[in-house]
């Protein structure tokens, strides 16, 4: 039996509806400002974080209400560019545009980031986020799949590209409007970076190129925006310094008087602290040395009521003297540009100053400027100059000169120190040798320096004869040096790193001999070396990577059975840098270098060639360059060293992880007999100034363990009687 259904009529459309629709359409559209379109229809959605409508976040953005509004299709200006640290809101104004854009002033547009990843995450995490929580941008939306992908957004009356730099990104694409976020890391060559022979541009000039057939019309649109990477002649920064270079003042609550709103030079906090001590500090402090007037993050918002941009041709005054708070005339530009700054932004004061200060007690312990780099870049939003940068390089006659004043000496670790490591250094006819000592906070001294020209009676050549490795164990690994003032008291290296050289012959010994030693000799008594006390190097040659990437193996140098051998390659170039602020240091405070004072029989000092090699480069364009004709191994052998602590230690610059063996023997005193007690008060009671004199001669000390011998002794070889089978 069939089921019967009741099907009527079908229903038609609501004309009134429909007619309604129809005219609406052709409305010409409201002229409303981007800052008006965002508080109207914005919806936040940010979990963990504000969301609700743009208009009632609690963070203050009045700062981004002049760049997103210059973008009105009514502004005189056709480029608008920030430059500012991250999480600050510049991304913010390319999407209240895009809003805008779509709901008041229908126009095609592209949007250009550095790769199609960050391309294809910025419209899944938050473009397609937006239209989801805001409905009126939704309606607008074409129905069908083709008009909602990736990389295409179809709306009424206007079409969004998302793309990211390559070949045809900017061609047979006419658009009046474009959006260049992160510009730094976008590559400021397109066509180099696409692959082609030559470069077809800039992206601005690019996205510009694009709407050369709107400038009769309505003309074009482009905003730029990024943190600075580059420097200040290049990428973001030059972009912002060609245009209206606009920065933000406010005026003191105590004085009344304008300053800029600037990190680097306002926001004051403890600096002999540690972090949590600098966060707990943290104020802005009014420029003025007559006022001295500072506000905490509760006057953040009062501080920012008296805000304004101010430009080149204009002058920053009082918003007592005048309303706007400015004088003069801004300069005719075609391109709006700011500067935005991290005290602007989201994030609070305090943890802007904690961030400060750790990356400032990085560099003071490890010398490593990394952290501040990055701070500047992303949190203050300016481009970092390196401490080295605008100064002279260290004087080789000033190293000089500390040497001849320190007193330590060749062949003796200083008491201060926790551990020794030996660095080699291949070349085609020698090894180069250096021992180099370590005290928490990466101090150093050159302990031994000696190249090594002959294995046996024959020269040297390790490049081409694996057994002249053979000269490392007795001459290098097995050296133990006393400690200074304690000539009974002796130190093992922690660690003997050995350059892998620059040819596959060489690279085919190194290898050889670390499996040697790690394997032992039985016929000559030598014992095995644990793997962890010997260290593979080459030194790696790209500027920007990591400082200790994991090491690699290489399968065809393996053996079976036998532990991996690891190939380490550190960026040399950053450890280099460490030794460049290491090297300024001449109080002898954390990552200080000490050279010897010893004076040969000419009274010239020995180390002094040493010296020369360890200043012999030059940074050039960010890298570190040998000049021609010149030596750098003692500058190779410290940077090796260095590697052995990074590997074992990370950043951990206390040198805690040391172990007990490594470490220089605790100094004792020898116990007194009884003897010597009586005999002294006898003394004193007879002469006090001969027992005065007698208690200044230093006391023997004895070693907290007997020192290891070199090597083991060799055992007998047992005969063995062979006999011919009859």
């Not at 995490?125 to 409905?135: F, S």
């Not at 957004?153 to 390559?166: A, I, T, V």
Request: hydrophobic share 35%.
């Amino acid at each position: 039996m069939l089921l019967k259904t009741d099907q009527g009529p079908p229903k038609f459309a609501d004309a009134d509806l429909v007619v309604a629709e129809c005219l609406a359409e052709l409305r010409y559209p409201k002229r409303v400002s981007v800052t008006e379109c965002a508080n109207d229809h914005r919806h936040l959605s940010n979990p963990g974080a504000y969301s609700g409508p743009w208009r009632e976040s609690p963070h203050d953005t009045r700062f981004a209400e002049r760049a997103q509004d210059a973008l009105h299709v009514d502004s005189p200006y056709r480029e608008v560019v920030v430059m500012g640290p991250a999480q600050t809101g510049k991304s913010e104004v390319g999407n209240n545009w895009q809003l805008h854009t779509v709901l008041y002033d229908q126009v095609d547009m592209m949007f250009v980031m550095p790769d199609k990843t960050s391309i294809n995450q910025y419209v899944k995490t938050q473009w397609d986020k937006m239209v989801e929580v805001c409905p009126d941008l939704e309606k607008r939306l074409l129905p069908g799949a083709s008009a909602d992908t990736i990389n295409l957004k179809q709306f009424k009356g206007c079409s969004f590209f998302f793309q990211w730099p390559g070949g045809p990104t900017f061609r047979a694409k006419p658009v009046s409007r474009g959006r260049l976020d992160d510009y730094d890391d976008i590559p400021q060559d397109v066509g180099v970076a696409a692959g082609g022979k030559g470069g077809q541009g800039s992206p601005l000039s690019l996205m510009l190129g694009r709407g050369g057939s709107f400038s009769a019309y309505s003309g074009s649109k482009v905003y730029a925006n990024s943190t600075p990477k580059l420097g200040a002649k290049r990428g973001i920064e030059a972009l912002v310094s060609a245009g209206t270079d606009e920065r933000w003042y406010v005026d003191c609550l105590t004085c009344d008087q304008p300053f800029i709103l600037d990190t680097e030079h306002v926001l004051k906090f403890d600096r002999t602290g540690t972090a949590a001590e600098a966060a707990d500090s943290a104020v802005v402090m009014c420029p003025d040395p007559e006022c001295g007037g500072y506000h905490t993050q509760a006057h953040k918002r009062a501080l920012m009521d008296t805000g304004r941009w101010v430009g080149k041709g204009e002058t920053a005054v009082s918003r007592k003297i005048h309303s706007e708070g400015k004088e003069g005339e801004l300069q005719r530009n075609s391109r709006l540009s700011q500067r935005w700054d991290g005290l602007m932004g989201f994030r609070r004061w305090s943890e802007i100053a904690e961030l400060w200060r750790a990356a400032e007690l990085k560099l003071e312990n490890e010398q490593d400027e990394t952290e501040l780099v990055t701070f500047f870049q992303t949190t203050a939003g300016k481009n970092y100059t390196p401490k080295g940068n605008g100064e002279p390089p260290i004087a080789e006659d000033e190293l000089l000169r500390r040497a001849r004043l320190s007193p330590h000496r060749f062949g003796f670790v200083p008491r201060e120190a926790v551990c020794l490591v030996m660095s080699i250094d291949q070349a085609v006819n020698r090894f180069e040798v250096s021992a180099w000592a370590f005290a928490p906070g990466y101090r150093a001294w050159l302990v031994d320096r000696f190249p090594i020209v002959n294995c046996g009676d024959e020269p040297l050549k390790p490049f081409t004869r694996p057994e002249h490795f053979a000269v490392l164990h007795p001459r290098v690994l097995a050296k133990r040096y006393p400690v200074a003032g304690a000539p009974n008291l002796f130190v093992k290296p922690l660690c003997t790193v050995l350059d892998t050289g620059g040819m596959d012959s060489a690279t085919d010994n190194a290898f050889a001999w670390w499996h040697s030693m790690v394997a032992g000799d039985i016929g000559s008594g030598r014992v095995p070396v644990p793997p962890s006390a010997l260290m593979l190097y080459k030194g790696g040659n790209k500027a920007d990577g990591k400082l200790l990437p994991p090491p690699t193996i290489d399968a065809k140098r393996q053996l079976p059975g036998a532990p991996p051998c690891e190939l380490w390659v550190p960026n040399a170039n950053r450890i280099k840098d460490m030794a460049d602020v290491g090297l300024r240091r001449g109080d002898g405070g954390s990552g200080s270098i000490v050279f010897p004072g010893d004076l040969d029989e000419d009274q010239q000092l020995r180390a002094a060639p040493y010296i020369a090699e360890f200043t012999a480069e030059e940074k050039i364009d960010g890298a570190w360059t040998r000049p021609k004709d010149t030596k750098n191994e003692t500058l190779d052998l410290y940077v090796m060293a260095r590697s052995a602590l990074i590997r074992f230690g990370g950043h951990d610059h206390s040198l805690s992880w040391v172990p007990s063996w490594a470490r220089p023997p605790r100094l004792r005193p020898l116990p007194r007999p009884e003897a010597a007690v009586v005999e002294e008060q006898a003394i004193a009671a007879l002469a006090p100034e001969t027992a005065t004199s007698a208690m200044e001669v230093p006391r023997r000390t004895l070693p907290a363990t007997p020192p290891a011998p070199m090597s083991p002794p060799r055992r007998p070889r047992p005969k063995i009687r062979v006999t011919r089978a009859r």
